[in-house]
T-cell receptor, first 109, second 113 residues
Framework: EAQVTQNPRYLITVTGKKLTVTCSQNMNHEYMSWYRQDPGLGLRQIYYSMNVEVTDKGDVPEGYKVSRKEKRNFPLILESPSPNQTSLYFC????????FGNGTRLTVT | AQKITQTQPGMFVQEKEAVTLDCTYDTSDPSYGLFWYKQPSSGEMIFLIYQGSYDQQNATEGRYSLNFQKARKSANLVISASQLGDSAMYFCAMRRYGNKLVFGAGTILRVKS
């Protein structure tokens, strides 16, 4: 089954404690992206990757890092999370429409 | 600037009736794509329908149709014969150059029985 797998689904952490949200797709898509969803703002793009070793900033990249060492994986790294990064995060890959993961609800206290 | 506007924060519709969710967009690109996604309370994003900027006909997918008016830069979603399971958040999105997507703020739809 074609899918984008994101983990974890829920994460509660404290300010400053580094965390990684994993994302993997099995559709051999070149383009992958991370979004955050906040009430009243819709989804905003954090980072995207056009292919392996090619990443670029989206609209709200501050406080985030990504890597694309292989085609299927595109992890999102928060080196020092802060409360304003509390949000619902989606990983997605493009092949025709955007295929979304199930989301990660992150709370930073 | 590339932008998507959904002017209806929330909508109510009676079960079995049709409802239109508004979406306007702003772009100077000649080639773009427009999408609608559904987000139920469980949180996942479900692809509903796609319209390409050069498509001559309005897209349809089952009970979903997209009323595409290029000159007015609008891409409204029409849901016919609403069902209780249609209650969700709906996002309009535009794909522009480089596969970047811009999303609207969303519209919450509630279907009443």
């Amino acid at each position: 089954e074609a899918q984008v797998t994101q983990n974890p689904r829920y994460l509660i952490t404290v300010t400053g404690k580094k965390l990684t949200v994993t994302c993997s797709q099995n559709m051999n898509h070149e383009y992958m992206s991370w979004y955050r969803q906040d009430p009243g703002l819709g989804l905003r793009q954090i980072y995207y990757s056009m292919n392996v070793e090619v990443t670029d900033k989206g609209d709200v990249p501050e406080g985030y890092k990504v890597s694309r060492k292989e085609k299927r994986n595109f992890p999102l790294i928060l080196e020092s999370p802060s409360p304003n990064q509390t949000s619902l995060y989606f990983c997605a890959s493009i092949g025709g429409p955007l295929h979304f993961g199930n989301g990660t609800r992150l709370t930073v206290t | 600037a590339q932008k998507i506007t959904q002017t209806q924060p929330g909508m109510f519709v009676q079960e079995k009736e049709a409802v239109t969710l508004d979406c306007t967009y702003d772009t100077s690109d000649p080639s773009y794509g427009l999408f609608w996604y559904k987000q139920p309370s469980s949180g996942e994003m479900i692809f509903l329908i796609y319209q390409g900027s050069y498509d001559q006909q309005n897209a349809t997918e089952g009970r979903y149709s997209l009323n595409f008016q290029k000159a007015r830069k609008s891409a409204n979603l029409v849901i016919s014969a609403s069902q209780l399971g249609d209650s969700a958040m709906y996002f309009c999105a535009m794909r522009r150059y480089g596969n970047k997507l811009v999303f609207g703020a969303g519209t919450i739809l509630r279907v009443k029985s």
